[in-house]
């Protein structure tokens, strides 16, 4: 194993302690979002909103660096739509919540078809019943949450948050025990 790799693992191990102190963190977080799925969609509705409008603003500049007019209009126009729907999360993030919660059906959907498809496609290969499995899963989580959609809108994004926020933690906190040993 090269030095330059080794010292790295060794630093890493010496940082165990906040791997394990991020991961508890983590989970207290995932605990409030469970807690209260409502203000985690909105959380993570304001989440999206700012990365939105970020990316907008970021857009509308780089269009006054291209050196083209046709151009230049695109990239305005792109900045200008991102920069809007940002704006808008902010300003109803219920009907944002809504909007990317049916985004999140749809797009739940057409992977688990996908991942249906190729499964089935390559049915000599090893493995490719998880493929299936996998795929099967994903549509049916994408067909719960559109059968439920508009109403559910008001907590699936939370409750995504909350499982996302308490498996990284898990995650960071596993990490971290592993660093010790």
């Known amino acids: 194993m090269p030095d330059t790799l080794r010292n790295a693992i060794g630093e890493t191990r010496a940082k165990w302690g906040w791997f394990v102190a991020l991961g508890v963190i983590l989970l207290i977080f995932g605990g409030i979002a ?62 944002a919540s809504a909007v990317l919660t049916f985004l999140l059906a749809v797009s739940l959907v057409a992977s688990g078809i996908l991942r249906l498809w190729v499964g089935f496609k390559n049915r000599q290969a090893s493995g490719w019943g998880w493929i299936v499995a996998a795929g099967v899963v994903t549509t049916l989580a994408g067909l719960v949450i559109a059968l439920g959609w508009p109403v559910n809108s008001l907590w699936v994004l939370g409750l995504f948050l909350a499982i996302d926020l308490i498996f990284q933690g898990w995650t960071f906190i596993a990490f971290g025990l592993a660093l010790r040993r």
Do not use: D, Q
């Open 34 to 95: 469970f807690g209260n799925l409502f203000i985690a969609t909105v959380a993570s509705v304001y989440v999206v909103g700012a990365m939105m409008l970020v990316s907008g603003i970021i857009e509308i500049a780089h269009a006054f660096g291209v050196k083209s007019w046709g151009n230049f209009f695109w990239w305005l126009l792109s900045g200008l739509l991102y920069a809007i729907a940002g704006f808008l999360a902010f300003y109803n993030p219920l009907l």
